[in-house]
């Protein structure tokens, strides 16, 4: 309080910082599961791949890499 009074802080009943928050979350439609497969989609597809397809898919991976190293 002595902070305040010595710097002559003024309490605000202003309504505008409300205002702005309640339109910034207007506009913001994502929640936080949108959020998580923005940043990590790996964990929404992976449960969903197939064993066959997972070892098709490592076998592709084992010999481009094969082919590609001697080049």
Do not use: H, M
């Not at 002595?2 to 439609?29: A, H, M, P, R, T």
């Not at 936080?32 to 449960?47: E, G, N, T, V, Y």
Request: hydrophobic share 40%.
């Amino acid at each position: 309080e002595e902070f305040d009074f010595q710097y002559g802080y003024v309490e605000s009943n202003s309504n505008l910082g409300k205002l702005i928050k309640k339109k910034i979350n207007g506009c913001i439609q994502y929640s936080f599961i949108d959020r998580i497969k923005q940043a990590f989609p790996i964990l929404f597809w992976l449960p969903n791949v197939t064993k066959t397809d997972l070892i098709n898919d490592i076998i592709a991976g084992i010999t481009v890499g094969i082919l590609c190293v001697p080049q």
